[in-house]
């Protein structure tokens, strides 16, 4: 298939991009394939109300269909026809925190088909905050189903490039923008709405924190960070190893002279047997590793650098060909808390305490 790469930039006239936008909408109305920008990363979009879309984008990211798609909106009123109700506290999350990277997870309409939500009776549900996307959203017909718009397995596109690589030949059209300044770089935080005490399935930009503050009592899904856990996570999709690199990934925690004397001991062995070592560290270490090469995730102070770079960075490991990466560890706490669990799963959960 010939996938049409549409570049949009911020210099071009309002007419001009809505011109462009209406094309990508209009291959969505007939069934196509489109990836756009989101505030997070690229979603891989379809129109959440046809089945055969929903068949077309597993099979373009080679996802197993058991794994639900989110169904993006543009407008808050779109909501009422995708969910049977409402519940309260969906409406007061709803009011603070979208547009936004919050996904929220209800009890589904008839009008959802099941090949969209994989089956299940419930629906999750996003309203983005990225100009483009919303507008694109609009020009669709207002829901438009979209998981990240990378391979399965592979880390979530932050880049106009990488949906270029994962994507080109397998969908309609690729909106692609400039750079990704102000992208959050990890997809929405997750939150079940369908149970008395809403829970956390996928963190993200959106923290417990700021959740319960307008809500209350919030629980996380214990899963997420215990991989010894024989209970199965309840996002379908945080089950399977996820944005994992093609060499090895260990995570080192512990205080910072032990973590830089650890990974640059593991360097040095690696080098003796002619082996590509990569590391991620924060800004005040990131000149003591002595690794073939060394990305710096920016300062623990302002964690959204980190989110930003951390899939690009995974993917520049996969181009330079190291094969062994060693990347300093972040906290339970705030943004922290999205990074770690991003990182545990790249790292397929392999932790280092020293
Ligand atoms: O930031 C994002 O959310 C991006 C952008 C494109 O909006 N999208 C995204 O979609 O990350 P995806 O498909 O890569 O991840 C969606 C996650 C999966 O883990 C899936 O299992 C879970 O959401 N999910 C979707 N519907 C669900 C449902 N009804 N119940 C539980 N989990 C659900
Ligand atoms: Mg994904």
């Known amino acids: ?14 007419a001009a991009i ?15 394939l489109v ?23 597993y099979a373009a990211k080679g996802r197993p269909s058991d794994n639900p798609l989110i169904v ?3 407008h808050i009123s779109s909501l009422d026809r995708l969910v ?11 009011q603070a925190f979208w547009p936004g990277p919050l996904t929220m997870i209800m009890n589904k309409s008839g009008m959802v088909p099941y090949q ?19 507008e694109f959203i609009r020009q669709a017909g207002g829901y438009v189903a979209a998981p990240s718009a990378n391979i399965s397995g592979r880390p979530s596109p932050t880049e106009a490039k990488y949906v270029v690589q994962d994507m080109g030949g397998r969908i309609d059209m690729i909106l692609a923008v400039d750079g990704n300044e102000g992208v959050i770089g990890l997809e929405s935080t997750i939150v079940d709405m369908t149970v008395d005490v809403p829970m956390i399935l996928r963190p993200g930009y959106i923290t417990q924190a700021m959740i319960s503050q307008e809500i209350g009592e919030t629980d996380i899904d214990a899963t997420i960070f215990d991989a010894a856990s ?3 996570p309840k996002a379908p999709g945080m089950k399977y190893r996820h944005y994992a690199p093609k060499g090895e990934l260990v995570i080192v925690e512990g205080n910072p002279e032990d973590v830089v004397a650890y990974i640059n001991q593991q360097a040095r062995l690696h080098r003796d047997k002619g082996e590509k070592t990569g590391v991620i560290g924060t800004d005040t270490l990131v000149t003591k590793y002595d690794a073939d090469i060394v990305k710096n995730a920016g300062s623990r102070s302002e964690p959204l650098m980190a989110a930003n ?12 060909k190291v094969e062994f990466m060693y990347s300093e560890a972040f906290s339970n706490d705030g943004l922290e808390q999205a990074i770690m669990n991003r990182l545990l799963k790249a790292a397929g959960h392999k932790i280092i305490k020293v």
């Open 1 to 14: 298939m010939e996938t049409r790469i549409i570049a949009i930039n911020k210099s071009e006239s309002p």
């Open 18 to 32: 809505l011109e462009k936008l209406s094309q990508a909408g209009r291959i969505i109305r007939q069934g196509g």
């Open 35 to 57: 990836a756009f920008p989101t505030e997070t990363v690229y979603g891989l979009g379809g129109d959440a109300l046809n089945p055969e879309a929903a068949h077309k984008i």
């Open 72 to 74: 993006h909106i543009a």
């Open 84 to 94: 049977g109700g409402i519940p309260e506290k969906a409406k007061k999350l709803a």
């Open 116 to 134: 969209t939500t994989g089956g299940l009776d419930t629906v999750a549900v996003r309203l983005p905050s990225h100009p483009i996307a919303l």
């Open 230 to 232: 024989d209970k199965a």
């Open 309 to 320: 770079r951390l899939y690009t960075f995974l993917r520049e490991f996969d181009d330079e």
